[in-house]
């Protein structure tokens, strides 16, 4: 039962790096997300995807760019990292755009 | 615009009395509203969705809330808390009207239950 996997779960990134988070998931679902949460601030919708080849922006897109050539993969890249992208980021998916989202297990990065 | 609101940081409750965590919202259209859990270091868990019917919803680990659609709430509840109830718990809220997919979050309540 993987549901939605995650890697790296840690990274430190140094400012004007860049890296991709990966995400997968092996429920089929059509709908992806990358939220980010910031402590005391809940989770800011970043970018998501209604099905392979379609992305779009959400609350917080600056700093990020995404793909989706596959229902399975939605990776998250940074470019140019800067100490405001210090943040826990979570992959989540799920089978229709109104229905439950089911989150992986997020990935830590801190940029400095 | 779609909106949540969970107006207590933390909640202290002890083991074995009833605990409640407060959500309000506010949408244009109808409201599918979603209560999650978080444990330190770990993702958001489903723990029960409110989309239409019974204004009451059961869901994981004995946990209920209820839809109440002319105070704009939907109140997280357990009858009895166990110190392992003790996390991070989101409201989300998305319009069904407003044609977006984004799924609104609160900014988290933090629930101890105390032994």
């Known amino acids: 039962n993987a549901g939605v996997t995650q890697t790296p779960k840690f990274r430190i990134l140094k400012i004007g790096q860049s890296m991709t988070l990966q995400c997968a998931q092996d429920?089929?679902?059509?709908?992806m997300y990358w939220y980010r949460q910031d402590p005391g601030m809940g989770l800011k919708l970043i970018y998501y995807?209604?099905?392979?080849?379609?992305?779009d922006k959400g609350e917080v897109p600056n700093g990020y760019n995404v793909s989706r050539s596959t229902t399975e993969d939605f990776p998250l890249r940074l470019e140019l990292a800067a100490p405001s992208q210090t943040s826990v980021y979570f992959c989540a998916s799920s089978p229709e755009g109104w229905n439950t989202i089911y989150f992986g297990e997020g990935s830590w990065l801190t940029v400095v | 615009a779609q909106s949540v609101a969970q107006p207590e940081d933390q909640v202290n409750v002890a083991e074995g009395n009833p605990l409640t965590v407060k959500c309000t919202y506010s949408?244009?259209?109808?409201?599918?509203l979603f209560w999650y859990v978080q444990y330190p270091n770990r993702g958001l868990q489903f723990l029960l969705k409110y989309i239409t019917g019974d204004n009451l919803v059961k869901g994981s680990y004995g946990f209920e809330a209820e839809f109440n659609k002319s105070q704009t709430s939907f109140h997280l509840k357990k009858p009895s808390a166990l110190v392992s109830d003790s996390a991070l718990y989101f409201c989300?809220?998305?319009?069904?009207?407003?044609?977006?997919?984004?799924?609104?979050f609160g900014k988290g309540t933090k629930l101890s239950v105390i032994p």
């Open positions: 989300a809220v998305r319009d069904e009207g407003a044609g977006s997919y984004q799924l609104t």
């Open positions: 949408v244009s259209g109808n409201p599918y």
């Open positions: 429920m089929n679902h059509n709908y």
């Open positions: 995807s209604v099905g392979a080849g379609i992305t």
